[in-house]
């Protein structure tokens, strides 16, 4: 998931379709749109809520385990101070940097161009990717604060019942209506500092069933069969599902507008879609790990010690793969495939040589 997140970056860059610091001006033809288009709406759909997921699942123990004193000040530790390091020093330099090449005019002093991010209030909205660390701060505040206000002690339950295809179904409804309530209000395209709040009905959902899988141990008990049900039916039915709800919703006209949010069918139809792809997909690729990858060697453990600092450090080191190929006259499918072979194991070198070597950034990372 965490080179996915450099993968998709990349796609971005080369596509013009999402949002990204560094994008190149390029006119797609109809495939390229349509592949781009095709990865970056599935891709959106499930891969931010599963890492959601996996968190919640890891949350009460680690609360049960030091308190919620401990437990607080470690997440503050681990999440909110990387945050503000991206936010008070990569996020400025990125956007510095790249003033060279995008704009006009001479770029101010460096001082006065900091100082201005930060008096104007831009650095609100300057953690980059790492948003999804300041929600799982939030989530994980709020988490300690039920348990705090309640009283209520997590009890285990190994041998509770197992989630039904109703539950599942269930599920997908929630947070197909809590999508399509979010986005009268917010639409796909819009944030809130740095927030994609049209995303969050499906991250917050899915990190509450993180929570209650671990209480219930639901992961080491799922039916792998189950599971794939419901990833085969994400993959045939929902490609499906979303290739009707491009054609009807406007993708002929060029105007999506409709699918994005609003009192409109589109934008139900595409919660609905977007939730049940999602739920499958986590649900798949969980069974999958589950079976097949569940193993340390030396290399995945590499690449799992470093994830963290990947999606830490890796704008930096994506946006500069990205300009030395910049003058390269090639096909954008071409130059986006050529980028992601290069800059996603330039990220995980770097966190494990340079970044993890630090020593106070190593305690963070």
Known sequence: MIAL?????????YSNLGDWYYREPVELDPLSFLFFGIFLSFTQAYFMGLLFLIAGYFVPDSYDRKGPARFLRDRAVRLG????IYM????????YYLLAFQWPEPRPPLGQAF????????????SGPMWFALALLIFSAAYAAYRLLTGSRMSPKPEAALPGHLHVAGLILLIAAGAFAIRLFQPIGTDVLNMQLCYFSSYIALFLMGIQ????????????????????????????FWLAVMILGGIA?????PIWGGLRWQSAAYALWEAFFAVGMCLGIIAISREHFDFRRRLTGLLADNSFSVYLFHPPIL????????????HPLA???????LAVPLCFLAGQFIFRQIPLLKRVL
């Open 88 to 95: 008070l020093f990569i996020n400025p330099a990125i956007e």
């Open 319 to 330: 946006i500069s793969v990205s300009l030395a190929l910049r003058n390269l006259a090639w």
């Open 5 to 13: 997140v450099v993968i998709v970056h990349a796609a971005v860059t």
């Open 115 to 126: 100082m201005d991010y930060v008096l104007s209030g831009a650095i609100l909205s300057g």
């Open 213 to 240: 899988a671990r209480q219930n141990n639901w992961l080491l008990r799922i039916p792998a069969s189950f599971a794939l049900s419901w990833f085969k039916a994400a993959l045939v039915v929902g490609g499906a």
């Open 253 to 257: 006209s060029g105007d999506l507008s």
């Open 81 to 84: 101070i990387p945050t503000l």
């Open 335 to 341: 130059k986006f495939a050529l980028c992601s072979l």
